[in-house]
């Protein structure tokens, strides 16, 4: 009953904890939230509903001989999630619709008489293309006249990033690696532009809020209690359909970045991108990998190619706009194999929170089946001076296969990048690269595309 | 019925900010311990603001079952 191995991340909620046992993930849930866990599956309907609506993610009860320790109550097997992804490697328009989904879920528990106990960002993943909850530990039974204890974790996750990524710069969602629990609202409210202040939902959420929360830092819970007033069950379905609103009303446009218009402006024409298409799907069908990691995938052109194939791809890109439009593409096509993701890879996001592991580093979430590394390994070399011996030391831990794509010296692209800077770069050859490489993997396959001068690999790890 | 969505006008805007001034002071409910640390600040704000945006919402929540009723009355009225 004592070899489940418990997720260093799960540990702050006392209702359960997530724990392996045999490579397979398990909830508990702790005697003390039985009440509440029998409410949210029974009696209330609500586990029901969010299951039919495809709102959380499902899970079956299983035997109490796999609990990690004898206090079990009940325990779960979830649905596993294919890959984990935080907060602060999604684009505009999944944060979104992560905000949107937790106050959907909060909007039905309140109709079922449970409330959200929790709004954590981390507590939404995105699954088969959906926002979706994956804490099913994180409803109490709602009590007419309390207020939403998870109000301001809500604001700080959801609504301080989304205004700052519409207001002032999409690249502020960068803060949501530093602050683990959401921006602080007085941070936020100090970087909003003044006209924000003009607007009702940003000045209660966020500018009162803040000042709210300055002011009454050292208010005791004695002097708490006596200013009791209560919360009706009206005025949180205001405050919640007032947060989906304001939330609704943001927009951001994915343009004018450096790789926004990448794809209908890169060095191949159309019957080039056809050909490197064509090798690109021959090479996965070989390698048949059931999940793939696109390293500067854009707008993941070649994801799809790999999805189409039946492979689970997740889509990393370090530009938001890049990454906006290939999520927009996967809502709008319906897409469930293919997840993008802003990374990056000169700085992939680390493992972090307590010790270390609460959120785990890139790494720690894979490895894939394979990797597409298409047009990257100059940006790599050549942009950011690593060396080829590092690239594929580190391609070699985040995947067994690799399909890759070799730039050489004198084609545009690499040119471009050395249009302002002295060339250091002179072991940057295709020589140099196959010895490099060969260090940890086999050169399988290796096809020239067209007449670019480029190379296609496929290589499998040694 | 579809709850409904609350807009933004600025009748809105200068009621919160008389109801603030009015209550400010004098509000919060005592809630059971949660895991999360609601802070206090945040608490006695969120009682202002559900204060103002639950009176906004059953407004508009009733004028929206007027305006439903009406549409139905209507609508089998033009049959006939």
Redesign the interface.
């Given at each position: 009953m004592n070899d489940g191995r418990r997720l260093a991340g799960s540990f702050r909620d006392p209702s359960g904890f997530l724990f392996e046992r045999d490579g397979v993930l398990y909830r508990q849930v702790e005697p003390s939230y039985r009440e509440a866990y029998d409410l949210f599956m029974g009696e209330s309907g609500l586990y029901r509903e969010l299951i039919e609506r495809g709102l959380l993610v499902p899970h079956e009860e299983v035997s109490l001989d796999l609990a990690a320790s004898s206090s079990a109550y009940r325990v779960l097997r979830p649905e596993r999630v294919g890959f984990i992804s935080y907060i602060y490697s999604w684009s505009f328009s999944q944060l979104k619709d992560a905000a949107i989904t937790t106050l959907a879920i909060q909007r039905a528990a309140l109709d079922r008489g449970m409330v959200l106990k929790d709004a954590s960002a981390y507590n939404i993943q995105f699954h088969e293309g959906r926002a979706v909850l994956i804490d099913t530990l994180s409803f109490d039974p709602y009590v007419e006249g309390e207020p939403w204890v998870a109000y301001r974790q809500f604001c700080q996750h959801f609504l301080a990033p989304l205004l700052l990524m519409s207001q002032r710069d999409v690249r502020l969602l960068g803060l949501t690696r530093v602050h683990l629990d959401g921006i602080p609202l007085d941070l936020a409210s100090a970087l909003l532009p003044r006209r924000s202040w003009l607007s009702f939902s940003t000045l209660l959420h966020v500018h009162l809020h803040a000042r709210s929360i300055r002011r009454h830092s050292a208010t005791t819970r004695a002097e708490l209690a006596d200013r009791r007033r209560r919360v009706s069950r009206p005025g949180l379905l205001g405050l919640v359909d007032n947060l989906e609103s304001a939330i609704r009303s943001l927009s951001w446009r994915p343009e004018g970045t450096e790789w926004a218009d990448y794809e209908v402006e890169h060095n191949y024409g159309e019957a080039g991108m056809e050909e490197k298409r064509r090798i690109v799907g021959e090479m996965l069908r070989t390698i048949s990998p059931a999940t793939v990691w696109d390293l500067g995938a854009n707008t993941g052109v070649f994801s799809r190619v790999a999805a189409e194939l039946g492979a689970r791809v997740v889509s990393f890109d370090v530009d938001s706009a890049a990454v906006e439009r290939s999520y927009l593409r996967v809502k709008t096509s319906g897409e469930r194999r293919v997840l993008p993701i802003l990374m990056d890879l000169t700085n992939p996001s680390p493992a972090q929170g307590w010790a270390h592991r609460e959120r785990e580093s890139l790494e720690e979430r894979g490895p894939a089946d394979a990797l597409l590394a298409l047009a990257i390994i100059h940006h790599l070399s050549i942009s950011n001076n690593v060396p080829l011996a590092d690239v594929a030391s580190c391609f070699a831990r985040l995947a067994g296969a690799l399909v890759i794509e070799f730039v050489p010296r004198e084609d545009p692209q690499v040119a471009r990048l050395l249009v302002s800077r002295r060339d250091i770069f002179s072991s940057y050859d295709r020589e140099s690269f196959e010895r490099e490489f060969l260090s940890y993997y086999t050169i399988d396959e290796s096809v020239p595309v067209g007449d670019t001068g480029r190379r296609l690999y496929r290589m499998t790890r040694r | 019925m579809r709850?409904?969505?609350?807009?933004?006008p600025l009748l809105?805007?200068l009621g919160?900010l008389l109801f603030?001034s009015l209550?400010a002071?004098?509000?919060?409910?005592?809630?059971?311990l949660?895991?999360?640390d609601?802070?206090?600040?945040?608490?006695?704000?969120?009682?202002i603001?559900?204060?103002?945006?639950?009176?906004?919402?059953?407004t508009k929540?009733f004028l929206l079952r007027v305006r439903g009723a009406a549409r139905a009355v209507w609508s089998r009225f033009s049959r006939k």
């Open positions: - | 709850e409904p969505r609350i807009r933004k809105r805007y919160v603030a209550v002071p004098a509000a919060l409910h005592a809630m059971a949660a895991y999360i609601p802070l206090s600040g945040s608490v006695l704000l969120q009682v603001a559900a204060g103002v945006l639950g009176m906004i919402f059953s929540s």
